[in-house]
Every structure is written in C-alpha cells, then in structure tokens.
C-alpha cells in the first residue's frame, strides 16, 4: 500500500531492562516499555501499556538516575562509532570530560 500525503501521528517505544530494578515501579516483567505517541493535536505516554502523564514519565527516570541536567546518560546516535575509531587520547580525553577530572 502507498502513503500519500502527510504523516498524521507517529511514536517511539522503547524497552527497558528492569531486572535489577532501577525503576522503581511495580511490574511483573523484567522489561519496562515507555511508549510516546506524537500526534497533531497532543502527544500521549504510556508505561508499560497504560496511559500515564509526561511529568510522571520524566520523574520515573530521574528516580532512576537519568536527569536532564546530566546528558551523559544519552549517547546520540552516531557518538558509540565514533569513540570506537577515536585515538586512544581522543578517548581518554573524553572519559577525563565525563568524569570531571579534566583541569
């Protein structure tokens, strides 16, 4: 079947390995599932399968570590193949950075 015209909606889900249970949520499964649904009039979240809020999402994360003031948790697409063919400085350098230890 051919598309035409504009996309209406789209989403991301993404699977999360909770097994050693860093977010804090009660689930019978080892694996998380957050889902956004991005529409033209609003987007929804989902957690594991139930419609929950944007902030209630946000705080799940930051309870388990991620935090939007730290963007080390997020490795943009592209970064992992690119320290695979740094030069061993380059990666030194960088994990200096991460740590906070560079002067």
């Known amino acids: 079947r051919v598309l035409s015209g504009p996309v209406m909606n789209a989403y991301v889900e993404i699977h999360i390995d909770n097994s050693e249970g860093r977010l804090p949520i009660d689930s019978p499964s080892e694996v998380v599932i957050l889902k956004r649904s991005v529409g033209l009039k609003k987007d929804e979240y989902f957690l594991d399968r139930k419609h929950v809020t944007k902030v209630e999402i946000l705080n799940l994360l930051e309870s388990a570590g991620f935090s939007r003031s730290n963007p080390y948790n997020i490795v943009p697409q592209g970064k ?24």
């Open 80 to 103: 992992v193949n690119q320290l695979t063919v740094m030069r061993d400085e380059q990666r030194l350098d960088l994990l200096k950075q991460i740590a906070g230890t560079t002067t």
